[in-house]
């Protein structure tokens, strides 16, 4: 059984080397235990750093290209490289290392596929009150989104089993935390979150320049996960709010026609009914359109599947040889 510790890092010079002390040199039941680090285009002594440790790969971005982009990276060369389980932490020591041995217990236990670290918010003294609360906010929000329970959704520290790694797909390019969350819920893939610690801060959160610009990108997220992974629902709703406003005007229109025996004055209201139930319409027809192309969608995340499976397990072979 093989595990690859992945981090993500961009210009860590000062605090990858304090969390790399702090992973574990072993844990029962695997048998191999290798880090790999993505360098997403830094431009300060990273890669030396993590050289001088003993690192054992190093996936590099010639420029900075984002979380997103720099998480799937890692996840497709832990494939190549043979791992059996992916963790991914962060290289500013946020996440207790020890507790990686948490993460992957119920991936090797057989009970889950991925396994979300819940950090303890509320007793975390580096975050403030807005942001305890905008955590708890967000998170709700996913677990409605995605159908899960999963407690801390923006929680990077997080375990993935081989066969839910090959699975994985992200679209947008801010972050992987809440997509990867809303695809599995929907893929109903075995998920569970194991509480861990976390570590005092060592610099300020690059993800959190400013909270609300983080929000609106976050909703961003969900709101198009949502709507790629259950379009019908989206659209439906958005359908069902309009045809309900103009189904309202509609009514109301015809109890003042009944009770007066004249619309004089209020054909306004019914132009805005009748404009109002075309767009509750055209937004469920839009819907089930894309609930069409979901389908299509997934057949091709099927075919992607095989195809990326039959690749790794071949370089497997290959590197077993």
């Given at each position: 059984m093989k595990l690859i510790i992945q981090i993500p890092c961009y210009n860590e010079a000062e605090t990858l080397k304090v969390a790399l002390d702090h992973l574990p040199k072993h844990i029962d039941g695997i048998d191999q235990i290798e880090v790999l680090i993505i360098n997403d285009g830094s431009t300060d002594a990273t890669v030396q750093v993590a050289r001088e440790w003993g690192v054992n790969h190093i996936v590099t971005f010639k420029q900075n290209k984002g979380l997103a982009r720099g998480f799937m990276a890692g996840i497709d060369a832990c494939l190549h490289l043979g791992a059996d389980i992916i963790v991914n932490t962060d290289a500013d020591d946020q996440y207790c290392g020890a507790d990686i041995e948490k993460l992957v217990r119920p991936i090797l236990d057989g009970k889950s596929d991925i396994v979300i670290?819940?950090?303890p918010i509320d007793e975390t003294e580096h975050f403030s009150k807005k942001k305890k609360m905008f955590q708890h906010l967000g998170s709700w929000v996913v677990r409605q989104a995605s159908n899960t329970d999963i407690p801390d959704a923006p929680s990077g520290f997080r375990a993935y089993s081989r066969e839910a790694a090959l699975r994985l797909n992200v679209i947008n390019e801010y972050t992987y935390t809440l997509e990867t969350i809303i695809q599995a819920g929907w893929n109903k893939t075995a998920m569970t979150s194991v509480p861990i610690r976390t570590n005092p801060e060592l610099r300020p959160s690059r993800l959190f320049k400013s909270m609300w610009?983080?929000?609106?990108?976050?909703?961003?997220?969900?709101?198009?996960?949502?709507?790629?992974?259950?379009?019908?629902?989206?659209?439906?709703?958005?359908?069902?709010?309009?045809?309900?406003?103009?189904?309202?005007?509609?009514?109301?229109?015809?109890?003042?026609?009944l009770s007066t025996g004249s619309g004089s004055g209020h054909v306004q209201s019914l132009i805005l009914c009748a404009a109002l139930l075309m767009i509750g319409v055209q937004s469920f027809l839009t819907g089930v359109l894309a609930d069409i192309i979901s389908g299509n969608r997934k057949l091709m995340e099927d075919v992607q599947y095989r195809v990326r499976k039959l690749e790794i397990d071949a370089s497997r072979k290959e590197n077993e040889q």
């Open positions: 670290g819940e950090r610009r983080y929000m609106k990108r976050s909703s961003t997220v969900i709101l198009r996960s949502f709507a790629m992974y259950k379009p019908l629902r989206f659209f439906g709703y958005i359908g069902a709010v309009f045809f309900g406003l103009g189904l309202i005007l509609g009514l109301r229109f015809v109890w003042i026609f």
